[in-house]
Structure formats: structure tokens, C-alpha cells
């Protein structure tokens, strides 16, 4: 494993358990019921890198007590391909959608154009909710492809979910942001290539995001 690689693995594992070590900090009073909105817009990117991608999108999060119920549409997606969604951020701490100068080399970027999800965390943190269609919502199901949700034919994806969330990230909600991931670069209605840095089984098309909004 090359050295760039080892540490896009150590990072990558940051990933998983930022939830984790936010849940077990000091307990704070549970936030009040609310509801939040989300205007999704498209992942800075160089056209040329990844054929024009174009994703946009909203979402509308109603929150009670730790009970979040989600409704999410987004459209300009890769047809017929699960796409991971998730709630990102890092919690008492400012957090924002990157801008294409996250993929420059002085930034610790490769430069090749596209945002991966590494390069991104940087401005919008690590994972701390999945929206899953069934099962796990936590940061441990954050890259199953297999209980994503598939976006249509014509790359349009509807989302509607009610489940809990950990009591400190409802209490931060409108901190955090929600960022959509996966594109299919080489047009073979597929997810195949080049392996995520990630290294967490999956190819880097399902893990490159391509949408970010900020709850508010």
C-alpha cells in the first residue's frame, strides 16, 4: 500500500466513527420539534472530468424530539443506480459544501477535476446519519449500496423515511449538511473502475458526491 493510500485509510476510518465518538460526549437536552429545509446544489467539478454532471435537488426534514422524518428528491442522476445519502458534518463546529479548490494539490487534493469524498470532508465533515431505505441509519451503513436508494430511469430518486437519530446531532441539525454520492463517469450504466480510496469495497463512482445543501 502506497503511503497516500495508508493515509486515505486512516482518514477513511474517520469516516465511520465520527458519529460514534460525538454519541458518547455529555448529554444536551433534546432538541425541540422543527422542521428544516435543504436546497441541493451540484459538487464543483471540472465538466471535462465528469461529462457535465448536473445534479440539483431538495429536501424537507421534519424533526420531533430524536424522530427525523425525511422527504428527499433530486434529479441530473446517474439512471438506474443506487446513490448514497447521507448527513454530514462535524458537530459544534462550522461546516460547509467544499469548492472545487478541495481537488488542488495544495489543499491535499489530486487535482484530476472531480471532488472525491475525501477531499469534500474537509468542509463538510465526516458521516453521521445515512439515509438508507431500511435497517441502519448510523455511520456504519454509510456505504452500503445495497440499501441506498435507486435512482430512475431518467436519474430522478424520491426518498421518504421516518427513523431516530442520536440526541446531539438533533440538536445541531440546522449545523449540518446533506450530501448525495455516486456517478457513473464512464457512461457503462454501471459502478466499475478505479477502486475508492476509501477502502471500503466499493468503486470511487459510488462514493463521489455529487450534491451538497446545508439543513436549514
Known amino acids: 500500500m502506497s503511503k497516500k493510500s495508508k493515509i486515505y485509510a486512516g482518514v477513511a476510518s474517520l469516516l465511520l466513527v465520527g458519529a460514534a465518538t460525538v454519541a458518547v460526549a455529555a448529554p444536551v437536552v433534546a432538541a425541540p420539534p422543527g422542521s ?15 461529462g457535465g454532471s448536473n445534479v440539483t435537488g431538495s429536501s424537507t426534514l421534519g424533526l420531533q424530539g ?3 422524518t425525511v422527504n428527499l428528491t433530486a434529479s441530473g442522476l446517474s439512471p438506474n443506480l443506487p446513490h448514497l445519502t447521507h448527513i454530514h458534518g ?26 472525491d469524498t475525501l477531499e469534500g470532508q474537509p468542509a463538510y465533515g465526516p458521516i453521521l446519519v445515512t439515509f438508507s431505505t431500511r435497517g441502519d441509519t448510523s455511520a456504519a451503513a ?8 435507486v435512482a430512475d430511469a431518467a436519474g430522478n430518486l424520491t426518498y421518504s ?4 437519530i442520536p440526541q446531539k446531532i438533533a440538536a445541531e441539525l440546522s449545523d449540518l449538511h446533506v450530501v448525495v454520492h455516486g456517478l457513473d463517469l ?6 466499475d473502475g478505479e477502486e475508492s480510496s476509501l477502502g471500503m469495497g466499493i468503486p470511487l463512482e459510488a462514493e463521489l458526491p455529487v450534491a451538497c ?4
Not at 436546497?39 to 464543483?44: G, K
Not at 445543501?213 to 436549514?216: D, E, M, Q, T, Y
Open 36 to 50: 428544516f429545509s435543504v436546497s441541493l446544489s451540484p459538487i464543483p467539478h471540472d465538466p471535462a472530468a465528469d
Open 66 to 68: 430524536t424522530r427525523l
Open 90 to 115: 462535524v458537530l459544534q463546529a462550522r461546516n460547509e459544501c467544499p469548492t472545487l479548490a478541495a481537488d488542488k494539490p495544495r489543499n491535499g487534493g489530486d487535482g484530476n477535476g472531480l471532488i
Open 142 to 149: 454509510g456505504f452500503k449500496l445495497s440499501t441506498a436508494s
Open 161 to 164: 423515511r421516518t427513523f431516530k
Open 186 to 191: 464512464n457512461g457503462s450504466h454501471a459502478y
Open 213 to 216: 445543501g446545508p439543513i436549514n
